[in-house]
């Protein structure tokens, strides 16, 4: 029995690790990519995720473009960290499948209606506006989805777009506000977790050294976004975000959380978009989401390196 998923995301070069760990998964099957506005505008995530899917060799894979720009505030982007075009590092080809004509908001919706209910998991890695959205347009999607994993927010960790708030959470608060309100089961998987996660010089080495087109690939994303983190934490100590979502679902024991209340600031200019994690459950406030706080780093780039390995 294979897990059916869809990925919601901006790539990125962490959503396109995120996107080839699922794809060269057997456990998983991937329904389809669902592209949002984030680290750059939707027209250069949705053709990020086509030239992913296309350097994974899986061009049946339909992607589907989504919101142009969040709810309710003004969009923000982060050329800075990952380059011009969103994917900087690799040169890849441009893509020649095609992007689906349907909405990604739609694709989430009727697909979450047609499947059977508790079945598909909708897998988030960057800001929430399709999901928001989704949910708006068809509240009963709440009660079909198996379960969201999002990469998104922090506790002890804060933020790493302000000092109170993580890039996908901050971009749309309002739709991350909507998912943890909605009453779905939800795992968050916020920089707590990922920035244990490092891609140091002997982990992107194995990358390059693999003998396919995805994992050198992977190795020129990775030295190429690390230029920006390492500036910001240190050498050796870029955090590799998104695909920890996806690790999640292949391998839970890599990974420990709790189940706590998790709320969004949404009217705050200083702290707008932060998590407010209640960690010590000290708010009595009703949990809705499972936050992962750890993760063991050496199992998950085994993980990693493993299944890309077993790509073209
Ligand atoms: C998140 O922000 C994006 O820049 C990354 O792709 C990741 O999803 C980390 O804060
Ligand atoms: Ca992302």
Not at 62 to 73: E, H, I, S
Not at 252 to 273: A, D, H, R, W, Y
Request: aromatic share 6%; proline share 8%; charged share 20%.
């Amino acid at each position: 029995m294979t897990l059916p998923i869809i990925i919601d995301t901006d790539p990125g070069q962490d959503d396109a690790v995120a996107i080839m760990l699922a794809l060269a998964s057997p456990e998983i099957e991937v329904l389809g990519l669902t592209t949002v506005a984030g680290n750059v505008p939707v027209h250069l995530t949705s053709m990020n995720a086509l030239k992913v899917c296309e350097l994974a060799g899986r061009q049946e894979i339909p992607v589907f473009a989504g919101a142009a720009r969040p709810l309710v505030r003004s969009p923000v982007t982060a050329e800075e960290v990952h380059g011009r075009t969103g994917l900087d590092g690799p040169i890849l080809p441009v893509p020649k499948m095609p992007l689906q004509t349907t909405y990604a908001v739609d694709f989430i919706v009727d697909t979450l209606m047609a499947r059977p209910a508790g079945t598909v998991t909708v897998c988030t890695l960057g800001p929430l506006t399709n999901l928001g959205l989704a949910l708006l347009r068809e509240p009963r999607i709440a009660t079909r989805i198996r379960q969201i994993v999002t990469m998104g927010g922090g506790y002890f960790e804060q933020g790493n777009i302000t000092p109170s708030a993580e890039f996908n959470i901050y971009v749309d608060p309002h739709a991350a506000r909507l998912v943890l309100e909605s009453g779905a089961p939800i795992t968050l998987i916020p920089l707590d977790c990922t920035h244990q996660l490092l891609t140091t010089k002997a982990r992107v080495s194995q990358f390059k050294k693999m003998q396919n087109l995805a994992g050198p690939a992977i190795a020129d994303m990775l030295e190429f976004f690390e230029r920006y983190d390492e500036a910001k934490y240190g050498p050796d100590d870029a955090p590799l975000h998104d695909p920890s979502v996806i690790a999640w679902l292949l391998e839970p024991t890599l990974f420990e959380g709790k189940l706590v209340n998790v709320s969004i600031e949404c009217e705050s200019q200083l702290t707008m978009g932060a998590t407010v994690i209640d960690w010590w459950r000290v708010t009595g406030r009703p949990h809705n989401a499972m936050v992962i706080g750890s993760a063991n780093a050496e199992g998950f780039f085994k993980l990693l390196s493993t299944r890309i390995a077993r790509l073209p």
